[in-house]
């Protein structure tokens, strides 16, 4: 299995640009759409966790990402159909360039990637929380710090606490996990700002897109409000 870019996962950019509205055609009904980017550098596992949570699934092998990979799932919070759509952004510099506009605009909320096994990544941290900065990112857009690759426990880094002072500094949540292992709650992490997204944003109707796809089927799932 790989997740390098297929036609599966890959929105054309036209398309995604018509999908980022509000709401989004689901069977019958509509779904709101949360968009959600995922950055931080190279390697650090982003394609890996975004796939995780869309697939259940870890990728036997990845490439790196070049511009965005797009992905998304379906779920159910709270009685309400919402879609969250994943950006699986490029980290390294020269696959980002042509894209990077695209992938702040409209976006809900900002996932930052480390991997705990390799300190530049944690040190890279500032420099992709300026790139948010310099595209006008509101501070309304809630953001969170995820650690990655904690199953390899032996080659650690970044020390838990130095990654929640960070975290603290900058108002986010911090979490660790890993992509690689099912225990690690990969789900709830997004499933989590799903639900600060929906307790934080209004529903706003407005008519569907009409040629948007359903690409994954939706799953049920309740997890605490994290306000
Ligand atoms: N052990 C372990 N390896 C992981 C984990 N997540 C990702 N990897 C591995 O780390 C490497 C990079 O993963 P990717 O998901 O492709 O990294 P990326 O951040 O998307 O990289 P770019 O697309 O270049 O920005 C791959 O070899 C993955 O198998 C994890 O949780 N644990
Ligand atoms: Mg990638």
Not at 197 to 221: C, D, F, M, R, W
Request: hydrophobic share 35%.
């Amino acid at each position: 299995m790989s997740a390098a870019p297929t036609g599966d996962d890959v929105g054309l950019e036209s398309s995604l640009e018509a999908s980022i509205t509000s709401t989004c055609s689901f069977g019958a009904s509509r779904a709101r759409i949360f968009k959600i980017i995922v950055i931080g550098d190279s390697n650090v596992g982003k394609t890996c966790l975004t796939y995780r949570f869309c697939t259940s699934c870890f990728p036997d092998r990845t490439e790196a990402t070049i511009g965005v990979d797009f992905r998304e799932r379906s779920v159910e919070i709270d009685g309400e159909r919402i879609k969250i759509q994943l950006w699986d952004t490029a980290g390294q510099e020269r696959f980002r360039k042509s894209m990077v506009q695209h992938y702040y605009r409209n976006v809900h909320a900002v996932v930052f990637v480390y991997d705990i096994t390799n300190m530049a990544s944690f040190q890279s941290l500032p420099s992709w929380i300026e790139e948010c900065k310099q595209h006008l990112l509101s501070n309304d857009v809630p953001r969170i710090l995820v650690g990655n690759k904690c199953d390899l426990r032996d080659s650690i880094q970044v020390p838990t606490d130095l990654a929640q002072k960070f975290a603290d500094s900058h108002s986010m949540p911090m979490f660790e996990t890993s992509a690689k292992n099912t225990t690690d709650h990969v789900e709830a992490i997004f499933m989590t700002l799903a639900h600060k997204l929906k307790s934080h944003k209004p529903l706003i109707l407005s008519q569907p897109p009409e040629n948007t796809v359903q690409l994954n089927s939706g799953a049920k799932t309740t997890f605490p409000c994290w306000c």
